[in-house]
């Protein structure tokens, strides 16, 4: 069964220093996603991205945050300056359309460590 | 915005048992989807079952099913005949009918024991 894929699985990071996270999606989905979930708080979405275009984005993707999908198959996740804030588990989702009953294919997430 | 509340972090049940994990939700909205994620430990979440809220009838799969109270605004969950592999964590999450957010709960830990 197609899964969607993330690395690195741990990053660790200096503060202030610039980190991709990389991700695959399921081949044939459409629409691609990036959570986050910081030690002992809910899962928060951060982007959605349809198109080659973001479609929808929370107060938390701030201009630190961008995302790509530089090619047919990798989404990814740039964070330009590292916060400690930042340090958190981040899990890339993909789905096949929208419409609100569309299933989020969740991704093993990606360790991020800022000291 | 939506606030998804689960009142248990965690909860326990004996293998073969039953157990109903709660979630509620608050909403101005009247068109939108409700989801429960199970999430093994280390593994991808994983999604166990959804609710439409235009739909009457309780979503049902397998062992798992829904009690869906729109006017209460409450979606639990329950697992019947608990297995080992039923032990994760568990979310609950709404997504607008308009939107591509989910916006989950805190989660509960559920552990089955032998």
């Known amino acids: 069964e197609p899964e969607v894929t993330q690395t690195p699985s741990h990053q660790v990071t200096q503060m202030g220093q610039e980190v991709i996270l990389r991700c695959v999606p399921i081949?044939?989905?459409?629409?691609f996603y990036w959570y986050r979930q910081i030690l002992g708080q809910k899962v928060e979405f951060l982007v959605s991205f349809y198109n080659n275009e973001i479609s929808e984005k929370s107060e938390i993707f701030d201009d630190q945050f961008s995302v790509e999908r530089p090619d047919g198959s990798n989404f990814t996740l740039k964070i330009r300056s590292t916060k400690l804030e930042d340090s958190a588990m981040y899990f890339c989702?993909?789905?096949?359309?929208?419409?609100?009953?569309?299933?989020?294919?969740f991704g093993p997430g990606t360790r991020l460590t800022v000291l | 915005a939506q606030t998804v509340t689960q009142s248990q972090p965690e909860m326990s049940v004996q293998e073969a048992e039953t157990v109903t994990l709660s979630c509620t939700y608050d909403?101005?909205?009247?068109?939108?989807?409700l989801f429960w994620y199970k999430q093994p430990p280390s593994r991808q979440m994983i999604l166990v079952i959804r609710q439409e809220a235009y739909k009457q009838q309780n979503a049902t799969e397998n062992r798992f099913s829904v009690n869906f109270q729109k006017a209460a605004k409450s979606f639990s969950l329950k697992i019947s005949d608990s297995q080992l592999g039923d032990a994760a964590m568990y979310f609950c999450a709404y997504r607008s009918d308009s939107g591509y957010a989910l916006n989950f709960g805190k989660g509960t830990s559920l552990l089955v024991t032998p």
């Open positions: 081949s044939n989905h459409l629409y």
């Open positions: 909403t101005s909205e009247s068109d939108y989807y």
């Open positions: 989702a993909s789905g096949l359309g929208t419409g609100g009953a569309d299933t989020q294919y």
